[in-house]
């Protein structure tokens, strides 16, 4: 069965970095668009950022330049580096995968998801 179990999460001050994992199973890690997405209460779900098989990446305009996502496929793990955080990067931080060998991953459908895990900047 796929499972993505996500780590690395906690509280920081403004200005500190936190690196998220994602070990994913199940599915062919390196042949699938791979995403974290975050919610914060009372908002909608935002997709932070997305790498392709072929390792194009994309970001929400709100962290270019801050975050930076990257796959190990060896691992079959998924990485978001997080620096310069700001409290409005507070959320739970969520990692999904598409499954399809697409050319693009803009168009995702985001089947599989795991379970978050919560940062919190204060």
């Known amino acids: 069965d796929v499972q993505l179990v996500e780590s690395g999460g906690g509280s920081v001050q403004p200005g500190g970095s936190l690196r998220l994992s994602c070990a994913a199973s199940?599915?062919?890690?390196?042949?699938?668009?791979m995403a974290w997405f975050r919610q914060a209460p009372g908002k909608e779900r935002e997709r932070v950022a997305h790498?392709?098989?072929?390792?194009?990446?994309n970001y929400a305009d709100a962290v270019k330049g801050r975050f930076t996502i990257s796959g190990d496929n060896a691992k079959n793990t998924l990485y978001l580096q997080m620096n310069s955080l700001k409290p409005e990067d507070t959320a739970m931080y969520y990692c999904?995968?598409?499954?399809?060998?697409?050319?693009?991953?803009?168009?995702?459908?985001?089947?599989?998801w795991g379970q978050g895990t919560q940062v919190t900047v204060s």
């Open positions: 999904a995968a598409d499954p399809r060998p697409r050319a693009s991953c803009s168009s995702g459908l985001w089947s599989y």
């Open positions: 199940g599915f062919t890690f390196s042949m699938s668009c």
């Open positions: 790498i392709h098989r072929f390792g194009i990446t």
